[in-house]
């Protein structure tokens, strides 16, 4: 999710009876704590793909930053209250993270691996809605604040429900329609009964849509996975590709040759209905082998 929509989720948790003058403040923060990786932005974006949503996104940090937050509030006196809200805050950003298709590595430092439910999309604009919704509601109505935030919670589970519904009958329809031996569903933006698909079988994989209200599937591509190519080897070896291979869970690299040049593009097939080029690593060879250029674009 994106960080607006975890300060709203902050600051709907912090109407739900917690009434002590620094709880929102608390909330706010450790709601929002975990996006303190965005910091290796600075270090290329493929660095930001490879670190965000790790070490601050783990188990370690789940139990060790709301303590540093409930120290910063609560040295005093209140530490275990602000330990807990912060835990919540904490908690909830982690599990909004873990719904949506990014990945997460949820139990680091103890395992690197991703883990996501693909449920929603990187930005869902009905949860950001409804969550905004619900500040304004309690700004207005400050009486029943707690009522409006218990009500907004228990909406934001049951949508969660729904698209866990909706995920599975789409993957079964899809198993209906098409044999393969994987299937991975992705969501899309905006969007409810229909799903983004890769599929694979044997060398052959299949990407597209599987629509549950027109009851169609639609394969807009194939890919054949190719023998060993030098070219593709060589591009592993650098840091970009490196970084993008450690993020991609469906990578998937095509090469061209032009001018003396190889261009060597490798996509992540689970963002691959994004028009133009997201989540693409390239890099440039000569004729000699020697890198031109290399870089990634989210």
């Not at 949506?100 to 950001?128: A, H, K, M, V």
């Not at 995920?167 to 933006?189: G, I, Q, S, V």
């Not at 032009?258 to 097939?269: C, D, P, Q």
């Amino acid at each position: 999710m994106d960080p607006i929509t975890h300060v709203l989720a902050g600051a709907t948790i912090a109407k739900l009876g917690f009434k002590r003058k620094a709880a929102i403040w608390v909330l706010l923060l450790s709601s929002i704590a975990p996006d303190l990786d965005y910091i290796t932005r600075f270090w290329g974006t493929d660095i930001f793909l490879r670190y965000h949503r790790g070490i601050t996104h783990g188990i370690l940090a789940l139990f060790l930053f709301p303590a540093i937050i409930a120290l910063i509030f609560g040295l005093k006196r209140g530490f275990f209250y602000y330990y807990f809200i912060s835990f919540l805050g904490y908690g909830a950003h982690l599990l909004m993270d873990l719904t949506n298709q990014y990945g997460t590595r949820i139990l680091s430092p103890l395992d690197w691996e991703q883990f996501s439910l693909d449920l929603t999309f990187i930005i869902d604009p009905y949860i950001t809605a409804g969550l905004f919704l619900c500040v304004i509601l309690w700004r207005f109505n400050k009486k029943k604040a707690v009522a409006i935030s218990a009500i907004t919670i228990i909406l934001l589970i049951a949508y969660m429900g729904g698209r866990y519904y909706l995920h599975d009958r789409t993957r079964d329809f899809l198993k209906e329609n098409l044999e393969a031996n994987t299937y991975k569903m992705c969501p899309l933006p905006n969007d409810f009964l229909r799903w983004w698909f890769i599929v694979k079988s044997g060398d052959e994989i299949k990407v597209g849509f599987a629509d549950l209200f027109t009851k169609r599937v639609c394969v807009q591509e194939r890919y054949v996975v190719a023998e060993k190519d030098p070219a593709i080897e060589r591009s592993k070896e650098t840091r970009v590709v490196k970084n993008f291979l450690y993020f991609a869970k469906y990578p998937y690299a095509e090469v061209k040759s032009e001018k003396g040049k190889t261009t060597v593009i490798w996509r992540e097939l689970a963002y691959s209905f994004m028009a133009g080029e997201h989540f693409v690593a390239k890099v440039v060879f000569d004729e000699q082998g020697k890198i031109l250029k290399s870089g990634f674009k989210f």
